[in-house]
């Protein structure tokens, strides 16, 4: 009996460690998970806290009237109104804001609270709507970027104290709104923070995305079913996958390189196009999507594989009907994989020079464009401080981005998916 109860206080002894052990994995494990998510929602709080005021834009209210002498023409066309002077619109508007303000160096003050775009929008205006030719209209024109930051965020900036005079005379007049900034979304690249959007970024990344899809998705199918299926297994195919292993390690930046060798430099291509940056991406992720298609093939089962040639099927028809629809699923998330990663990829792209400053909306793939990767970092490098809240924008537009294209998986997953 003393043995017995030896044995069972030495059991009781080693389960009480045992399950003290248990709860300290459990509680390290949670406290790891918990630090993560903490961390990372701690991340997008503060991109979310600063990208917030890119989505709003400060206008200035200001009445304009369309002198036809002060514009230097007789007329509305696209020819005459190519060389008006619409910023003397603006400027005299200013001033009627502000009758008291003559000296010359205030006066140069009083002018850059408008942005350089205002006689870009009174000119558009005009030529939309030619009656209004000396004819005066209320208009809601861009402030400059650091009058909207002071106006958002009382942030000063580059503002004298004369401006900030000025501008909040302005406030108390009810001449300064502030409004949604649609411009974000709808306009391209822009020196002028203000006048700076997305859409020439986020048009050139679906442009690469699309074509990087296109082809690297039915090649990396096609090899991975060539080498699970119908590849003899010999010295051949073992060099080959290595080599597939292996490149699928690769810096990202030596594929940028093997891009402004072969395709830049031999091919002839040009700079700075989607067209070849969807080929650098491609070759990028090419061996991700065939090593997870390879993974997908594998886990197949083999008696299915049996049966199915039992039947009379063909090994083609086992390999087309039965295997591929089994492992599309999975082919589908090593897909996303690759393409997640090519979304946020900057430095092949630098290579092949999509570093370049581009203002049009690109529409083609050989038409000049950047990437939002790219974009971001163009834009974290700026000096104006109204550049950081839109590199913050930028950011979470990618991260949207990149959830739309998860979620399209996801539903494409679930449509195709077959269960055995």
């Known amino acids: 009996m003393d043995d017995q109860a030896k044995v069972r206080a030495l059991v009781a002894r080693s389960l009480k460690k045992r399950r003290a052990a248990e709860r300290r994995f459990r509680f390290f494990g949670f406290s790891a998970v918990f ?7 701690l991340m997008l709080f503060e991109i979310g806290t600063i990208g917030a005021g890119a989505f709003r834009q400060t206008y200035l209210k200001l009445d304009i ?16 109104l190519s060389f008006a002077n619409f910023d003397a619109l603006v400027r005299n508007a200013l001033k009627r804001e502000f009758p008291r303000v003559t000296n010359r160096s205030e006066l140069r003050e009083l002018y850059r609270l408008s942005s350089m775009a205002s006689g870009y929008q009174i000119r558009d205006r005009l030529l939309r709507q030619p009656d209004l030719l000396d004819k005066n209209q209320t208009l809601y024109l861009l402030a400059d ?19 900030k005079h000025w501008v909040e005379i302005l406030q108390r007049r009810d001449k300064v709104v502030t409004r949604f900034n ?43 079913l060539y080498i699970e299926e119908f590849a003899r297994k010999n010295a ?25 060798a072969v395709f830049i430099n031999l091919f002839g291509m040009p ?7 969807g080929l650098v991406l491609s070759l990028m992720t090419l061996p991700t999507i065939i090593i997870s298609s390879r993974a997908a093939i ?6 299915l594989r049996e049966a199915a040639l039992g039947m009379g099927a063909s090994p083609m028809q086992v390999a087309i009907d039965h295997v591929l629809r089994s492992a599309l699923p999975g082919m589908l998330t090593g897909a996303v994989i690759g393409i997640a990663r090519a979304l946020g990829e900057s430095a092949p792209l630098l290579m092949v020079g999509m570093l370049a400053f581009i203002v049009d909306i690109p529409k083609k793939l050989n038409d000049p464009a950047t990437v939002l990767p790219v974009q971001i970092y163009l834009w974290a490098g700026a000096s104006e401080r109204a550049f950081v809240e839109r590199t913050a924008a930028a950011i979470l537009v990618l991260l949207l981005l990149l959830l739309v294209i998860n979620a399209i998986a996801v539903w494409v997953r679930h449509k195709v998916e077959r269960r055995f």
């Open 182 to 224: 649609h411009l974000f979304f709808t306009s391209g690249d822009s020196s002028e923070p203000e006048q700076a959007g997305i859409l020439g970024a986020l048009m050139g990344t679906l442009l690469t995305l699309g074509l990087t899809f296109v082809l690297c998705f039915p090649t990396g199918v096609a090899a991975a």
């Open 145 to 163: 970027d650091d009058v909207d930051m002071y106006v958002k965020h009382h942030s000063v900036g580059r503002l004298s104290e004369r401006q």
């Open 298 to 303: 594998q886990a197949f089962p083999m008696s």
């Open 236 to 260: 051949f195919t073992t060099f080959l996958e290595l080599n597939i292993n292996n490149l699928a390690a690769v810096p990202s930046i030596i594929y940028g390189l093997l891009g402004l």
């Open 65 to 80: 009237r369309y002198d036809s002498q002060v514009l230097g023409i007789k007329a509305v066309s696209e020819e005459s």
């Open 35 to 41: 630090a993560a998510l903490s961390l990372l929602f």
């Open 271 to 277: 700079r700075s196009v989607p067209l070849v940056a």
